[in-house]
């Protein structure tokens, strides 16, 4: 007897429905899931207890359930009825109960609702969502087909329009990172750019504050995007530190937007563009006394660090020297600031790693985006940090004017009142 040495593989989703622990859970969160329904329903009834009809009855009372609803939920599906209520009338205008907890033609809960876009950034094309789902939900995971996902990235798309519109003239903003992430949405399209602005309040907290279709990272794109940021949005306010790339065209119109925000070139970039102008053999030696600048413990060791770089190298790689030296002042800049804020405001490392997952989607999914479609902020805010940064947080949170240690002697407080 010949033995077989094929492997059995289960079919996506079928360890969903035979494990007894999510047995388990569903029935338990189905009951719990009805009870407070209930309470919800007793509750609505006891506040409108002293109301009565025409004929002396009480207005409101039950009236049987609605049809059995499928639930799509994290743990799998949850059958589930709604109480009805009916009204007998009275003075006034009809009484209807709607469940805060279940509301009308809900199907899905918001958990699965944020699971689409981050398998959409994840590089999950449209026509195998349902495969995908049913290995996390099972195999009964109701209303995610192609069309439906299709229907929810327009959706996104509205969504883009409403969150250019809001009102941001509450905001302070003390941080911004600038920068602009090329990628091929189609295959007949040419690489797009999208400009992408990351804010930090006086919390600490990171923000998306902007992400627009530009071209080539050009002064009259970012000019756009800044002026609609100040103009319409009402962030009249000027940062106090705005990192980026060496693209001309963002400084120009940050100048014209907010002419007293401070510039800092970033590091990563200014690194790289200096080491492509030198032999590879020395680019190892290089990248170290590059890193003794910016590492340096204040000011005054790195401004003694970039000199003796271009003692050591200006003779002969005068090119890299040249780069280097022109954009002094600008990377140097972060000194002025607290120091625990140093690593995080040299670079524009908090745009270059939110996006690496949009390019992941576009890289490993051949024309899955559009133009409009790669703009969806519900895609894009997913992979932004969420939350509050303790090290950018901690030396804005006393409430004395004075300087924070560790600070540069350019340093000040950001004043609360607009300009």
Same mark, same amino acid.
């Given at each position: 007897?010949?033995?077989?040495?094929?492997?059995?593989?289960?079919?996506?989703?079928?360890?969903?429905?035979?494990?007894?622990?999510?047995?388990?859970?569903?029935?338990?969160? !189905? !009951?719990?899931?009805?009870?407070?329904?209930?309470?919800?329903?007793?509750?609505?009834?006891?506040?409108?207890?002293?109301?009565?009809?025409?004929?002396?009855?009480?207005?409101?009372?039950?009236?049987?359930?609605?049809?059995?609803?499928?639930?799509?939920?994290?743990?799998?599906?949850?059958?589930?009825?709604?109480?009805? &209520?009916?009204?007998?009338?009275?003075?006034?205008?009809?009484?209807?109960?709607?469940?805060?907890?279940?509301?009308?033609?809900?199907?899905?809960?918001?958990?699965?609702?944020?699971?689409?876009?981050?398998?959409?950034?994840?590089?999950?094309?449209?026509?195998?969502?349902?495969?995908?789902?049913?290995?996390?939900?099972?195999?009964?995971?109701?209303?995610?087909?192609?069309?439906?996902?299709?229907?929810?990235?327009?959706?996104?798309?509205?969504?883009?329009?409403?969150?250019?519109?809001?009102?941001? =003239?509450?905001?302070?903003?003390?941080?911004?990172?600038?920068?602009?992430?090329?990628?091929?949405?189609?295959?007949?399209?040419?690489?797009?750019?999208?400009?992408?602005?990351?804010?930090?309040?006086?919390?600490?907290?990171?923000?998306?504050?902007?992400?627009?279709?530009?071209?080539?990272?050009?002064?009259? =794109?970012?000019?756009? &995007?800044?002026?609609?940021?100040?103009?319409?949005?009402?962030?009249? &306010?000027?940062?106090?530190?705005?990192?980026?790339?060496?693209?001309?065209?963002?400084?120009?119109?940050?100048?014209?937007?907010?002419?007293?925000?401070?510039?800092?070139?970033?590091?990563?970039?200014?690194?790289?563009?200096?080491?492509?102008?030198?032999?590879?053999?020395?680019?190892?030696?290089?990248?170290?006394?590059?890193?003794?600048?910016?590492?340096?413990?204040?000011?005054?060791?790195?401004?003694?660090?970039?000199?003796?770089?271009?003692?050591?190298?200006?003779?002969?790689?005068?090119?890299?020297?040249?780069?280097?030296?022109?954009?002094?002042?600008?990377?140097?800049?972060?000194?002025?600031?607290?120091?625990?804020?140093?690593?995080?405001?040299?670079?524009?490392?908090?745009?270059?790693?939110?996006?690496?997952?949009?390019?992941?989607?576009?890289?490993?999914? !051949?024309?899955?985006?559009?133009?409009?479609?790669?703009?969806?902020?519900?895609?894009?805010?997913?992979?932004?940090?969420?939350?509050?940064?303790?090290?950018?947080?901690?030396?804005? =949170? =006393?409430?004395?004017?004075?300087?924070?240690?560790?600070?540069?002697?350019?340093?000040?407080?950001?004043?609360?009142?607009?300009?």
């Amino acid at each position: 007897m010949e033995e077989d040495t094929v492997v059995a593989l289960p079919r996506p989703g079928s360890g969903v429905t035979d494990d007894p622990l999510l047995a388990v859970l569903r029935e338990g969160a !189905r !009951r719990m899931l009805a009870q407070a329904i209930e309470a919800e329903v007793e509750v609505f009834l006891a506040a409108h207890a002293g109301l009565v009809d025409q004929q002396g009855r009480r207005r409101l009372v039950r009236n049987g359930h609605a049809p059995e609803r499928r639930l799509q939920t994290g743990i799998g599906p949850l059958e589930v009825r709604r109480p009805k &209520l009916r009204d007998r009338g009275g003075v006034g205008g009809p009484i209807r109960f709607t469940s805060a907890i279940l509301p009308a033609y809900l199907r899905r809960t918001r958990n699965i609702e944020e699971l689409l876009p981050w398998l959409y950034l994840k590089g999950v094309s449209t026509g195998q969502f349902a495969e995908a789902l049913t290995s996390l939900l099972g195999p009964d995971a109701p209303g995610l087909s192609p069309s439906t996902v299709r229907r929810l990235t327009e959706g996104w798309q509205d969504e883009h329009e409403r969150w250019q519109k809001r009102d941001l =003239s509450a905001r302070r903003y003390v941080y911004l990172w600038a920068d602009g992430v090329y990628f091929t949405p189609r295959l007949d399209h040419e690489r797009q750019c999208l400009l992408v602005l990351i804010g930090a309040d006086a919390s600490g907290r990171k923000e998306l504050l902007a992400v627009e279709d530009g071209f080539r990272e050009s002064a009259q =794109s970012w000019r756009e &995007l800044l002026r609609h940021l100040r103009d319409e949005n009402g962030l009249r &306010l000027d940062p106090e530190l705005a990192t980026g790339d060496g693209a001309l065209g963002f400084w120009q119109a940050l100048h014209e937007a907010w002419p007293k925000t401070k510039q800092q070139r970033c590091w990563v970039h200014k690194s790289a563009n200096v080491l492509n102008k030198l032999p590879a053999s020395l680019q190892g030696k290089a990248k170290q006394d590059l890193h003794a600048i910016y590492e340096a413990a204040n000011r005054k060791e790195a401004e003694q660090a970039l000199d003796r770089f271009v003692a050591k190298y200006g003779a002969k790689y005068h090119k890299a020297v040249a780069c280097l030296s022109k954009d002094r002042e600008s990377l140097l800049a972060f000194y002025d600031f607290p120091a625990e804020h140093w690593k995080h405001v040299r670079t524009s490392n908090p745009i270059e790693s939110t996006f690496a997952t949009v390019r992941l989607r576009t890289d490993k999914t !051949r024309g899955c985006l559009s133009r409009q479609t790669a703009l969806a902020p519900r895609q894009l805010l997913a992979a932004v940090p969420a939350g509050t940064d303790d090290r950018l947080c901690r030396s804005w =949170s =006393s409430s004395s004017p004075s300087r924070p240690s560790g600070t540069g002697a350019g340093w000040t407080a950001p004043s609360a009142s607009p300009r």
